[in-house]
T-cell receptor, first 113, second 116 residues
């Protein structure tokens, strides 16, 4: 069965600093990978997704993620965070023919001035 | 594009009553919709998958008679929590996908249910 691990439960970053959120997946074939963001009391917003091709994908709000097959990772990055980036971030994986998403446990991002 | 709405955004009801939550895809036809439940500070738990015009498929451990799902059109799915009890209090989120983007789910804003 596929699984997703987000090893960091909570990360605190200063405003303007760079950010990297980790995500590791477990699946035999090439997965479809997603990053979603959830603000308090809100639904999930799709930041970016990877299916194939260029392993560095660009998303909304200045985020990017890099797929590394050798490490089974899909880490999310942003060069300079803004206070509005404070939220919960979920990594998720699906596979061809299986429409269900498997979510990681999420990483809560706190931004300090 | 790819906007999903939910109504109501939050609801309070008495124990024993039924509550209906609507999920709509506003700018695309949703061949499949999903219903999730999220407990505080936890990830999303898939409850069921519904395809337009057919019965929903429930995940193991989810009571289909308690959580009735109807996907009557390509833009609307409803979740009815029947005979709600305090333990049903939770944040319910729906998502939708289209045939054009079968692999991508777009999420609604969620509905917070409080059962007294």
């Amino acid at each position: 069965a596929q699984s997703v691990t987000q090893p960091d439960i909570h990360i605190t970053v200063s405003e303007g600093a760079s950010l990297e959120l980790r995500c590791n997946y477990s699946y035999g074939a090439t997965p479809y990978l997603f990053w979603y963001v959830q603000s308090p009391g809100q639904g999930l917003q799709l930041l970016l997704k990877y299916f194939s091709g260029d392993t560095l994908v660009q998303g909304i709000k200045g985020f990017e993620a890099e797929f590394k097959r050798s490490q089974s990772s899909f880490n999310l990055r942003k060069p300079s965070v803004h206070w509005s980036d404070a939220a919960e971030y979920f990594c998720a994986v699906a596979n061809f023919g299986n429409e269900k998403l498997t979510f990681g446990t999420g990483t809560r991002l706190t931004i300090i001035p | 594009g790819a906007v999903v709405s939910q109504h109501p955004s939050w609801v309070i009801c008495k124990s024993g009553t039924s509550v209906k939550i609507e999920c709509r895809s506003l700018d695309f036809q949703a061949t499949t919709m999903f219903w999730y439940r999220q407990f505080p500070k936890q990830s999303l738990m898939l409850m069921a998958t519904s395809n337009e015009g057919s019965k929903a498929t429930y995940e193991q451990g989810v009571e289909k008679d308690k959580f009735l799902i109807n996907h009557a059109s390509l833009t609307l799915s409803t979740l009815t929590v029947t005979s709600a009890h305090p333990e049903d209090s939770s944040f319910y989120i729906c998502s939708a996908r289209s045939e054009m983007e079968w692999e991508t789910q777009y999420f609604g804003p969620g509905t917070r249910l409080l059962v007294l």
